[in-house]
């Protein structure tokens, strides 16, 4: 098992930035890649970024491309999502996931956590 808890939600200016945070207990976080996903109201759950094990990969989603950074540290168990230049339609629940590798992919997650809010205002 992996427990995952995401925190740094907050509501933001459009133009703003936010980091947020993925604190992962329970089975060894470095085995793990760990991926961002994002769902709005109304609309599914969607990709947002990925990071290997190792950091050495990252996958981002062509919509945040540019704007936003994913990093870990093993050493904390946590993965980050820095968010800049945010925009309203960025406004969602990000939720972070535990997978055996980099994925676009909801179903090869293995672990979830709560989510955080994300709310951007124009």
């Known amino acids: 098992q992996v427990q995952l808890v995401e925190s740094g939600g907050g509501l933001v200016q459009a133009g703003g930035s936010l980091r947020l945070s993925c604190a992962a207990s329970g089975r060894t976080f470095s085995a793990y890649a760990m991926g961002w996903f994002r769902q709005a109201p109304g609309k599914e759950r969607e990709f947002v970024a990925a990071i290997s094990w190792s950091s050495s990969t990252k996958s981002y989603a062509d919509s945040v491309k540019g704007r936003c950074t994913i990093s870990r540290d093993n050493a904390k168990n946590t993965v980050y999502l820095q968010m800049n230049s945010l925009k309203p339609e960025d406004t969602a629940v990000y939720t972070c996931?535990?997978?055996?590798?980099?994925?676009?992919?909801?179903?090869?997650?293995?672990?979830w956590g709560q989510g955080t809010q994300v709310t951007v205002s124009s």
């Open positions: 996931g535990a997978a055996p590798r980099v994925s676009r992919v909801i179903d090869e997650y293995d672990y």
